[in-house]
C-alpha cells in the first residue's frame, strides 16, 4: 500500500520561480508532496499560469472585492483549508496577513524572504543590503507567524556581496539560491524531519539553535 503524499498549497503574488522550483524538484523526485492548490491576490499571476500547466487547481481572490484585510483572509484561509492542504507554502506572497486568521495555520505555513533575517524585514531588502555596506546576503525560510517576516527562521542562503553589484544583480544572483532552498525546506517538512514545537523549529528532535545553512549538498547544521 502507497502512502498518501502530503498535501501542499502555495500562494505567490509574481511571476512564481519559487512555484517553478518546488514543481522541478517535484517532477525530479527530490519532493514527495503533492500541490493540491495553488492561490494568488492577482488574476495575472505568472505563478497561476505555471500551475495550470501543471494541472494544479488555481484560485485567484481580489482584495478589492472584500470590505477588509481580516475578510479577505479568512476566505482565503478557508478555501486553502477545504483545498486538503496540510501545509502551506508563501512564495512571493506580497501580502500582510491577518495575525488572527493566520493562526490555525501556524506551525504548517512556511515564507521565503530575500535577506539574512532578522535583518531587513519588508521591501526593498537588496537595496537595504547595500546602503548598508553589508558584504553579505541572502535569503530565509522562516515559520509564518502574525509578526511580519518575524517568526522562527528555518533555514539560510547566504551570498557574498560583490563590489559594484547593484540591486538588480543581487536579486538575479540570489534567486538560484532560493530555488534551491525553499523546496529543500519544505522536503523536511512534509517529512517531518522539522517541526514546530509550539513556539520553534525542532530538527530531528533537536531544538534548532540556529538556521540551517545550505551549502552544496543541501541544508546541513550551521556551525
Ligand atoms: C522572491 O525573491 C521571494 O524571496 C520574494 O518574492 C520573490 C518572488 O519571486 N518574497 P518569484 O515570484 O518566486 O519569482
Not at 51 to 62: C, F
Request: zero cysteines.
Amino acid at each position: 500500500m502507497t502512502m498518501p503524499l502530503p498535501r501542499v498549497a502555495v500562494l505567490a503574488s509574481g511571476r512564481g520561480s519559487n512555484l517553478a522550483a518546488l514543481l522541478d524538484a517535484r517532477e525530479r523526485g527530490e519532493l514527495p508532496v503533492e500541490f493540491v492548490l495553488v492561490g494568488s491576490d492577482k488574476a495575472s499571476a505568472g505563478a497561476l499560469r505555471l500551475a495550470e500547466a501543471a494541472n494544479i487547481p488555481t484560485l485567484a481572490l481580489d482584495p478589492r472585492s472584500y470590505p477588509d484585510r481580516r475578510a479577505f483572509d479568512l476566505d482565503l484561509f478557508a478555501r486553502i483549508s477545504a483545498s486538503g492542504a496540510e501545509w502551506l507554502v508563501l512564495a512571493g506572497f506580497m501580502r500582510i496577513l491577518d495575525g488572527e486568521a493566520l493562526t490555525p495555520w501556524v506551525g504548517r505555513m512556511i515564507n521565503i524572504h530575500p535577506s539574512l533575517l532578522p535583518k531587513y524585514r519588508g521591501l526593498h531588502t537588496h537595496r537595504r543590503a547595500l546602503e548598508a555596506g553589508d558584504h553579505e546576503h541572502g535569503a530565509s525560510v522562516h515559520f509564518v507567524t502574525a509578526e511580519l517576516d518575524g517568526g522562527p527562521v528555518i533555514a539560510q542562503a547566504r551570498l557574498a556581496i560583490a563590489a559594484g553589484d547593484d540591486e538588480h544583480q543581487l536579486a538575479q544572483r540570489l534567486l538560484p539560491l532560493e530555488h534551491r532552498l525553499l523546496p529543500a525546506v519544505l522536503g523536511l517538512l512534509a517529512s517531518q524531519r522539522l517541526q514546530w514545537d509550539g513556539h520553534a523549529a525542532r530538527f530531528d528532535g533537536q531544538l534548532l539553535q540556529k538556521p540551517l545553512a545550505l551549502g552544496d549538498e543541501g541544508l546541513r547544521l550551521a556551525e
